[in-house]
């Protein structure tokens, strides 16, 4: 079911070059995440799994569910950090998950609007490459000697959450063990959207990254891949995984002649970008 899943937002993607994933349908309120409204400065990470996603992409931004805000609005100043991680939960308030410069996708100013229920959306400054295979983390560090009633919608989803917070430091995210401050792993995690797209190694005129040559073609088929090692994952029509081949680079040639003819979809994964193409065996 879940290569289903998968093959129809391929599809989809390569149609449309666009996807939304729609992540937790809790009607909890916290003011938690996507940082803590409450103090003045906030550090918290969340962890979204690879199986909820189902999808691999350009990542180019994240939409919160909004609950309740009060009657003015609040513009902070954020730093969002978006990584693909091998965990999926936190084990104690210690175990966090470091982050550098190099896994920034915003910085700057973000409002919540006042009196107001619905989805809030940040818009990337980069689109992040998500892997499809590894979890996604979302951390976002609040930075402004400032608190706010804001409620937002959460799931119920055990050590997916870790939250530092303080009304004294201003934390620092890239040296997180130093902090003496509260500190939570909890279940609040936040109900999300993740809006695919962006231009991070992907043609957007065409949908597909690399050109598939020839096409239709007979089972033999040729990539212009980047000079790194990427990984070659290729699905027939209903989701079923039909080939792989991985560290390969630069102008490469597959064989697939052995399966049926028809229309076949594909990713192309490398440390810097993932990808996405399609041709047709005949």
Known sequence: ????????????????????????????????????????????????????????????????????????????????????????????????????????????????????????????????????????????????????????????????????????WNLNPYNLGSFVGPKEVSHYRGNIKLVFGGNVGVDEGSGNAHSVYPNPNHGQFSLNLPEEDCEIVVYNAIGQQVYQQSNVKGKATFSIEGLDDGMYFGTVKSSSAVSTFKFVKE
Not at 61 to 74: I, Q
Not at 111 to 125: L, N, Q, R, S, V
């Open 1 to 168: 079911m879940k290569k289903l899943l998968l093959i129809a937002s391929l599809a989809m993607a390569l149609m449309a070059n666009a996807q939304t994933i729609t992540i937790g349908e809790g009607n909890g309120m916290t003011d938690a995440v996507p940082y803590n409204t409450f103090y003045n400065y906030s550090f918290t990470e969340q962890i979204f799994l690879a199986s909820e996603i189902e999808y691999a992409g350009n990542i180019k931004a994240v939409s919160f569910r909004l609950a309740y805000s009060y009657n003015t609005e609040y513009t902070s100043d954020i730093v969002v950090y978006l990584k693909n991680v091998s965990r999926s939960t936190f084990e104690d308030t210690a175990d966090y998950e470091p982050v550098t410069e190099e896994d920034i996708v915003f910085s700057g100013p973000w409002t919540i609007p006042a009196d107001y229920d619905g989805w809030i959306t940040i818009e990337f400054d980069t689109p992040f490459a998500y892997n499809g295979t590894d979890n996604l983390l979302i951390a976002v560090d609040e930075n402004s000697e400032d608190y706010a009633i804001r409620y937002f919608r959460f799931t119920d989803t055990p050590n997916t959450v870790l939250s530092y917070c303080s009304d004294i």
